[in-house]
């Protein structure tokens, strides 16, 4: 499975873009972004912690999406590779094999191709 970070990225934001504008997904996708503008903003956490901690969970779920969304917000928050590396092996602590796989594959291509945005 070859998977490209910035396609899945696009396909992801468009999907969501998309589904905002249907009726039957409209309300949902509404709510589903208020949650997130909610939870990502500055509190006692800042955003790049928080999004550190999203790269946990989506190592640990293994979700493709999540992890390439969130590395790029990491990044954009402000977070280093090795600040992603870690989050992603603290999940690795809890989810074994499958979530160093998704660590050294997925994760590890979407800070090589996301970084540069951010230099």
Do not use: W
Request: glycine share 8%; net charge negative.
């Amino acid at each position: 499975m070859q998977e490209d970070p910035r396609e899945m990225l696009n396909d992801f934001v468009n999907g969501l873009d998309e589904f905002s504008k249907m009726d039957a997904t409209k309300d949902s996708v509404e709510s589903f972004m208020g949650l997130l503008g909610t939870t990502y903003t500055e509190g006692a956490l800042d955003v790049k912690t928080k999004e550190l901690i999203s790269i946990g969970i989506a190592t640990y779920n293994r979700c493709l999406y999540c992890i390439v969304y969130h590395t790029y917000k990491a990044l954009e928050a402000g977070a280093k590779r090795d600040e992603i590396l870690q989050a992603a092996m603290v999940s690795v602590a809890f989810g074994g094999g499958p979530s160093m796989a998704y660590s050294v594959t997925l994760l590890k291509k979407s800070i090589d191709e996301f970084e540069k945005d951010f230099a």
